[in-house]
């Protein structure tokens, strides 16, 4: 049933797609690391057929960053990896963005209301959501979507 060693696929190397990973830890709490650099770390591997049909994405505008902290549990643990679209940068109806707010990179829930507002909420209840409007809306840079997260069990 199970393999005695592990094998390699032949010919199979082409069916991937190398998604960069940055040295962006993106706060799940009220804080986040300062997002005045994200350093190159390296790349993560994705089956190609995965990512255009399960995910519907376009692998180019995929980037890999680092969740820390608590608010965005139980949807994403502290230390799980985050698979960013970075092409997706404007909030549009409601979903889980990567975000810098200050100089804050964070990852947070956000919902977009129909006067314009934007309404910013943890997963976790212990905190407190926030709705930014006016200026504060335009404050807020958007990296990209979450579109998928991974983490240990």
Not at 113 to 124: E, F, H, P, T
């Amino acid at each position: 049933m199970f393999l005695a060693e592990p094998t390699a696929l032949s010919g199979d190397e082409h069916a991937f797609v190398y998604v960069p990973r940055y040295d962006l830890r993106v706060g799940a709490g009220p804080t986040g690391q300062i997002a005045d650099t994200a350093d190159f770390k390296g790349f993560l591997a994705f089956r190609e057929d995965w990512v255009r049909t399960r995910l519907r994405r376009n692998p180019a505008n995929l980037a890999v960053l680092e969740a820390f902290g608590d608010s965005m549990t139980p949807t994403i643990h502290d230390g799980d990896i985050i698979l960013v679209d970075m092409s997706e940068n404007v909030v549009r109806g409601s979903a889980i963005y990567a975000i810098v707010a200050g100089e804050s990179a964070l990852v947070k829930r956000i919902e977009l209301k129909i006067d314009g507002s934007l309404l910013v909420k943890s997963d976790n209840p212990t905190y407190e959501p926030i709705t930014l409007r006016g200026p504060e809306v335009h404050d807020l840079r958007v990296i990209g979507k979450v579109v998928w997260t991974g983490g240990l069990v």
